[in-house]
């Protein structure tokens, strides 16, 4: 089983509509997440930190169910500057280091 | 001012050759990272440093060889390099080193080895 895995898409969806995406990683001892945005051909971005209670910034919202070790990604209203490839990240306990999902690719179409 | 940033942005060159890529950080940060990115868009560790230690190297082939003079400055040199190695590289920089706090990355040097 891959550390952490994503759905790659892509993810076509209109203006307006609301889309969620999942990760599910395989550490059970993993403690930090976060989720990042890849514009096409640039570094990638935190987008958000993903906190246990969950957290929410303006349109976008985080949740962890540590349970079912998977995190989730919601975006409300979604703009077409939100086309991007969101890349779920999850420490490695005990390696001291980050892992990255391959992305979830997300077109937002007029 | 940017924050972490790499050069060259682009690096063509013949296979065999030797070349580096630099990378300094003025967040104050102490850890530094080389990730490298392939067509397939995985974003795999290869190194990370803090405060000039090697803290992660990952199973990279030893023709890469990472230097830190400064815990704000990361090169990456790359000896007879192959098709293989045509990747982008990213730089990254954190403020702790136990792999659980946000990166921020460099622009990204896109490598195409001929």
């Known amino acids: 089983r891959k550390e952490v895995e994503q759905d790659p898409g892509p993810f076509n969806v209109p203006e307006g509509a609301t889309v969620a995406f999942n990760c599910t990683y395989s550490n059970s001892a993993s403690q930090s997440f976060f989720w990042y945005r890849q514009d096409c051909r640039k570094e990638p971005k935190l987008l958000m930190s993903?906190?246990?209670s969950g957290n929410e910034d303006g349109r976008f919202t985080a949740q962890l169910n540590r349970a079912s070790q998977y995190i989730s990604l919601l975006i409300r209203d979604s703009k077409l500057s939100d086309s991007a490839t969101y890349l779920c990240?999850?420490?490695?306990?005990?390696?001291?280091?980050?892992?990255f999902g391959q992305g979830t690719r997300l077109t937002i179409n007029p | 001012d940017t924050a972490v940033s790499q050069t060259p942005k682009y690096l063509v060159t013949q296979m065999g050759n030797d070349k580096s890529i630099k990378c300094e950080q003025n967040?104050?940060?102490?850890?530094m990272y080389w990730y490298k990115q392939d067509s397939k868009k995985f974003l795999k560790i290869m190194f990370s440093?803090?405060?000039?230690?090697?803290?992660i190297n990952e199973t990279v082939p030893n023709r890469f060889s990472p230097k830190s003079p400064d815990k704000a400055h990361l090169n990456l040199h790359i000896n007879s390099l192959e098709l293989g190695d045509s990747a982008v590289y990213f730089c990254?920089?954190?403020?702790?080193?136990?792999?659980?706090?946000?990166?921020?990355f460099g622009s990204g040097t896109q490598l195409s080895v001929l």
């Open positions: 993903v906190y246990s």
């Open positions: 990254a920089s954190s403020r702790g080193w136990m792999g659980n706090e946000k990166l921020f």
């Open positions: 967040l104050g940060h102490d850890t």
């Open positions: 440093y803090n405060n000039k230690e090697l803290i």
């Open positions: 990240v999850v420490n490695l306990a005990g390696a001291q280091k980050l892992v």
